[in-house]
């Protein structure tokens, strides 16, 4: 299935984590609650485009667009 | 018996501690840090009387900021006062399989642990959705259903927390094959008998702060300290594939309806335009407020103590030393501390309303890129904007900001906002070379326009610094920043109440025993001179008196404005009279910084003193700030008020920001670089507005 980077999702967008670039990144979503599986849903874009965040297991998480760059997701 | 409560950010977990201990609270700080430490006392009095200790919260234990540190050192290293005998891990109900990750990092650290779901009264029949019976046997350790909010579960909680809890939990981790060796060698070092705790040494022994240095480097030498983020992310992975298996009888709970009713009012908040109106006014509500209510109590402050020194000074033997020093010196210090309590107390009580309803990380997210050229993140505006009301609380406030340079940062530039004690001193200086004119057709003034532009130029300024520290200190704001929005939800008035009150405790008794010196000492320079001048002034005056009883009050100024002339302040602004004459200013103006660096307003005072009206001139009394403007017009060519207002913008002169930056950075050094950077700053600014005011007026 064809891959693309978290960051270019457009508001409402849903998709699956497929993978995380960097162990860092990993560990910080981890931390959340967030894995390489989950279903996520972009649900706000600050003005200026960054941070963004999604809504994924039944919470919030904001992350800045380099930050999500690192993530790909799928469809 | 010692009982921890540990937890994820969030997870209602200082709620929790409230409900368990009720008002039996202190609050602290760990040496050397600048993180709270909260101390509860649960069935006090009764023979199941219990130490409770609310820990920073983590998600896990691989720490990544200060506060995470200590509760990583204190579940980590037994001997640690406050390493407990039960540890209670507090999960929120509805983000279970998050929780649990620590939760099995506990057992596998072989620790009495208790599991605490929290929050259930947010999933409509909880017991339908996740089978804590089951739940219980496959974690090996007791599992109560709570409510912080609803108190439901408080009390069987408590039940179980009165006697010793055995240390059964199931282990989740194993030691690959490979290791076993060298794990078995950092126990050695570390002494310690549990393997998982050998091996978070093995991947990150850096983290190990309480143990000797040696130690430390010796693990250094065996670890594989390149590799461990990708063996933290291991091991969650392995965590999370267990977790599941846990939960397999539990079903995700369906959207709630906290959640459902935040991606709605989110379409509202975080709106490209409505979010920052949104934002902007409830600013502006909470500056009328403070301005208009916080108002009140300052005044009846003012009052109490002015009437309780009366009262002193009534009752003491006559112009005694002693009873001087009782009022002028200590009481007045006692008052000038009290005095920022309402301040304090109504900022703090907006904060933690805006923090408590999830509201604040809508205004980090909303400002986060705007704030980031300069080294900040979203998380500093609140104390930048808190700056124009007071910096005290607002560098007090800055403890919520996790990145300890940006912290730095934003407490070293928190003074240069325009707070609400410069306001005074600008209304005087303004008033000395802005003529009196309306603007725009009549619906500003002129004054007002030069006001606004003195606190822009306070903004701006704080900006520019934070940007020159920030390169300084090559502090690179890029680190990862993924952090949690948490659901909105009413506020709970008991933790918005506790934090009110060890935010105002904490001000009272650990920085106002610096202040209380300062003002002392800035006392004892007011009020003793050398030689025997102060003598000689008294019984010329006395004698003046006797002859002309009906001057008495006249007089009496005068006799203090000379006896303030001869005092060491007086000879102080002397001295540094051809250090300040570059600006304009000669040694009157000198007397009048150095005493007004108890507080900015302190400046209007001692000018009135030097020209012989009574101390408490009051810029608000119309026609006590005329007689001063006229006196200092007369002296001051309107440069030198140009170039003294430029100078008050800037300069450092507050005691007790002074104070609160000690205790916020825990360091004489960045509050002594504070003091001298913002001296250094507001000579300059003053000198170069002075030179051109020359040219212009």
Known sequence: MKKRKLSVLKIGETATISTVETAEMQVALMNLGVLEGDTCRLSDIAPLGDPMAILVNGTKISLRKKDAEKVWVTP | MKIALIGNPNSGKSSLFNALTGMNQKVGNYPGVTVDRKLGEMNKGTPHSATLIDLPGIYSLYPNSEDEQIACDIIRNPLHKDHADIWVVVADATQLRRSLLLCTQMTDMQLPVVLAVNMIDLIEDSDKYIHFEKLAAKLAIPVIPVSARTKSGIEPLK?????????????????????????????????????????????????????????????????????????????????????????????????????????????????????????????????????????????????????????????????????????????????????????????????????????????VFLMDRIMRPFGFSGRSVIPLIGGMACAVPSIMMARTIPNPKERLITILVTPLMSCSARLPVYVLLT????????????????????????????????????????????????????????????????????????????????????????????????????GNRFTQIETKYDGMIQLSPEKADSLKMEKSSEMLKSSYAGVLGKTIEPLIRPLGYDWKIGISLLTSFAAREVFTGTMGMIYGMSESVEVEDEAQRKTLTERIAKEYPPAVAFSLLIFYAFAMQCMSTLAVTRRETGSWKWTAFMLIYLTLLAYGAAFVAYRIALEWF
């Open chain 2, 159 to 363: 039940k179980i927390l009165q006697k010793p809890v055995p240390i059964s939990g199931t282990r989740v981790l194993k030691i690959p094959e490979g290791l076993q060796l060298v794990i078995e060698d950092i126990k050695g070092l570390i002494n310690t008998e549990n393997d998982y705790l050998a091996y978070q040494a093995y991947i990150t022994p850096d983290t190990f702060t309480y143990l000797p240095e040696a130690t430390r480097n010796q693990m250094k030498e065996l670890s594989p300290m390149h590799a461990s983020r990708e063996l933290i992310a291991n091991e969650m992975l392995v965590r999370y594939d267990r977790i599941d298996l846990f939960l397999e009888d539990s079903l995700r709970p369906v959207a709630t309806l906290a959640e459902k009713r935040t991606i709605l009012l989110d379409k509202i908040f975080i709106h490209p335009i409505g979010g920052y109106l949104i934002f902007l006014s409830i600013l502006l509500l909470i500056f009328q407020m403070l301005f208009s209510v916080a108002e009140f109590p300052m005044q009846g402050i003012e009052w109490i103590f002015g009437e309780l020194g009366e009262g002193i000074r009534s009752i003491m033997p006559q112009g005694s030393m002693f009873s001087h020093f009782v009022t002028d010196g200590v009481l007045a210090g006692i008052a000038g501390i009290v005095v920022f309590v309402p301040q304090i107390a109504f900022l703090f009580l907006f904060i933690s309303i805006l923090e408590e309803t999830g509201y604040m990380s809508r205004v």
């Open chain 2, 431 to 530: 008033a000395l070379f802005v003529p009196d004119m309306k603007i725009l057709g009549g619906l500003g003034n002129l004054k007002g326009l030069v006001m606004l532009g003195l606190y822009v130029m306070g903004f701006v300024m704080a900006l520019l610094v934070a940007f020159l520290l920030k390169k300084l200190m090559n502090y690179k704001s890029d680190g990862i920043f993924v952090s949690e929005m948490p659901l909105y939800r009413k506020p709970r008035w008991q933790n918005v109440g506790t934090t009110i009150w060890k935010k105002t405790y904490a001000f009272l008794y650990e920085t106002g025993k610096i202040i209380l010196v300062i003002s002392v000492i800035l006392w004892g320079l007011k009020s003793f001179g050398p």
